[in-house]
């Protein structure tokens, strides 16, 4: 063979590798965007009926509002060429397309809007019940376009000049960019939203179920298969060792939610003498939340350890939140995205391969991972409070009393959902 019909055979291999990894991009980007599906039906079986309508329309607005603001300005915040206040957030000339975005990269804008999505949606489940669809729709949009865009530009850059990234930080596919975001934006949330009303009542905890385990169970599957996209996409490349990677990033991901399961469930026994449903469905999510910053830098037993831990953790989260500080969280968004997502993306500086404090690193990750993953949080939180204080103080970001007792169905969008519950319920 010549040089010359090698360097033609070279870039002919190039070009089917390149896309066949934009192939891939877009399939898991695929798989990210149903996991909206999978959000809503958490968050509406886990809850009551009389606010199932909301729900729905709290995240598929998270979904379309995220879609055009992160298009709009969202990206070029978070993937802009020029760097702006020494590095707190990013962006670009209009000419280089990334506002209003015109460039030829479709399908990261595609990957990066469903994750964008992704973070919005986490807040919606801890509010359930009890808040003004109208302040929710301004406050996603907040998120969406300035919140999650500048912390996301603080690692995830294509020039890997972003000061976590330049720190040795790692968050393969978002424990702390994504999830811990959402969770500290949650947990503000629910705290100047306050509890549903009933849930706090002279000095007692009220346990308010969920109307419908099997539309959680069914949520939580499709959560599941769903992060096999957030977390193998963000290999972010297909072909020869990336194949390998994605393949091992992939099964750390389902080993970690299995264990997280399956530990939530035996804690769950030990401690209440049975085995526990939804703590165990959240237990498999404690452990997909858990790995998303590790999957791509551990082994298959660090993703095991990672996964036994948040499922337990998540247990005592749960608990801790409701019953000692009295934050009313119906769905565990805080304790499963929040407190698992940090606790994740420290336990990838004891149990990374390289680096690890368990493979002869040091502290050095493990100090970097917890300083980055709080700074995530305590953007996220200070922000949040901000916008919703004000919003509070405006428009308000709670229902009337009447409302919330009747259901948020009936008075934010005229329509009963389960009207053969609506009674019961109240």
């Known amino acids: 063979m010549t040089d010359v019909q090698q360097d033609a055979l070279n870039k002919a291999v190039e070009s089917i590798t390149s896309d066949m990894s934009a192939l891939w991009i877009i399939i898991a980007a695929i798989l990210v965007f149903f996991m909206q599906a999978g959000f809503t039906l958490v968050e509406v079986g886990f809850t009551r009926s009389k606010n199932s309508g909301n729900i729905i329309m709290k995240n598929i607005m998270d979904l379309c509002v995220g879609s055009i603001m992160f298009w709009a300005v969202g990206y070029g915040i978070m993937y802009g060429s020029d ?7 990013r962006s670009s000339p209009t000419e280089q397309g990334y506002f209003f975005f015109s460039a030829d990269d479709w399908y990261n804008l595609f990957f990066q809007t469903v994750f964008c999505a ?15 669809f109208s302040t929710y729709l301004i406050f996603s949009a907040i998120l969406t376009t300035i919140i999650y865009p500048i912390s996301g530009s603080w ?26 975001v959402g969770g500290s934006a949650a947990l ?22 969920g109307h419908n385990m099997v539309l959680g169970a ?11 996209g957030f977390n193998g996409g963000s ?11 994605a393949g091992s990033v992939i099964i750390n991901t389902n080993l970690a939610a299995a264990i997280g399961a399956v530990s939530a469930l035996f804690f769950t026994w030990i401690k209440y003498g049975k085995p526990d449903i939804s703590m165990t469905l959240n237990g498999a999510l404690a452990g997909l939340v858990g790995i998303t910053a590790g999957c791509g830098a551990v082994n298959a037993w660090g993703a095991l350890a990672i996964g036994l831990i948040c499922g337990i953790v998540v247990v005592l989260s749960i608990e801790f939140i409701d019953k000692k500080l009295k934050i009313d969280d119906p769905v565990g968004a805080v304790s499963v995205h929040g407190v698992c997502g940090f ?17 002869g690193g040091g502290g050095k990750l493990l100090l970097v991972q917890t300083y980055g993953s709080l700074a995530y949080i305590f953007w996220a939180g200070i922000t949040s409070f901000i916008v919703l204080f004000v919003l509070k103080k405006t428009m308000g970001l709670r229902v009337t009393k ?15 959902v389960y009207p053969e519950f609506t009674t019961t319920e109240k």
Do not use: C, M
């Not at 720190?167 to 702390?176: E, L, Q, T």
């Not at 306050?194 to 009220?206: A, H, L, S």
């Not at 606790?343 to 493979?359: I, K, N, P």
């Not at 007792?405 to 969008?413: A, I, M, N, S, T």
């Open 343 to 359: 606790l994740g993306t420290v336990l990838v500086g004891v149990f990374a391969s390289e680096g690890g404090l368990l493979h």
């Open 83 to 89: 760097t702006v206040l020494g590095g707190l957030f």
């Open 235 to 245: 290999q972010l490349a297909w072909g020869g060792s990336d194949t390998v990677a």
């Open 188 to 209: 503000v949330a629910a705290i100047l939203v306050g509890p549903r009303i009933g849930k706090y009542e002279d000095g007692k905890v009220k346990v308010i179920p």
């Open 118 to 132: 992704t973070a919005a949606t986490i807040v919606s489940g801890a509010i359930a019940g009890r808040t003004k």
């Open 218 to 228: 069914l949520g939580v599957f499709i959560l599941w298969l769903g992060w096999f």
């Open 402 to 416: 009447e409302e919330e007792v009747d259901g948020l169905d009936v008075h934010e969008h005229d329509i009963e």
């Open 155 to 180: 690692y995830w850059t294509f020039d890997k000049n972003a000061w976590l990234d330049v720190a040795g930080f790692v968050d393969f596919a978002g424990s702390s960019v994504v999830h811990a």
